[in-house]
């Protein structure tokens, strides 16, 4: 079984940062590929960052330059350091274990004010 907690989400002005953190339990943390994922209301949930077990990562296009997704296996944690947050960054931030069927973190919200 493994479970995933999100945690870091907040209320950032325009322009700040946050750095999410997702804490997994378990035994496959280090071979899988973990991903970060953000859902607005009304909307699918979207793939923002993912980072292949050997580090390989690749992000959308609406946050290449801004976000950084990285992963200490140690610790069984990936991150989302975002930066230059705009308001469109708003949503539900979920952590994805691509691991068989995948398994989700409960989410963390981030909301952005202009």
């Known amino acids: 079984q493994v479970q995933l907690v999100e945690s870091g989400g907040g209320l950032v002005q325009a322009g700040g940062s946050l750095r999410l953190s997702c804490a997994a339990s378990g035994s496959i943390f280090s071979i899988a590929a973990m991903g970060w994922y953000r859902q607005v209301l009304g909307k699918q949930r979207e793939l923002v960052a993912g980072?292949?077990?050997?580090?390989?990562?690749n992000y959308a296009d609406s946050v290449k330059g801004r976000f950084t997704i990285s992963r200490d296996n140690a610790k069984n944690t990936v991150y989302l350091q975002m930066n230059n947050l705009k308001a469109e960054d708003t949503g539900v931030y979920y952590c994805?274990?691509?691991?068989?069927?995948?398994?989700w973190g409960q989410g963390t919200q981030v909301t952005v004010s202009a």
């Open positions: 994805k274990a691509e691991y068989g069927a995948g398994y």
């Open positions: 980072t292949t077990s050997g580090g390989r990562v």
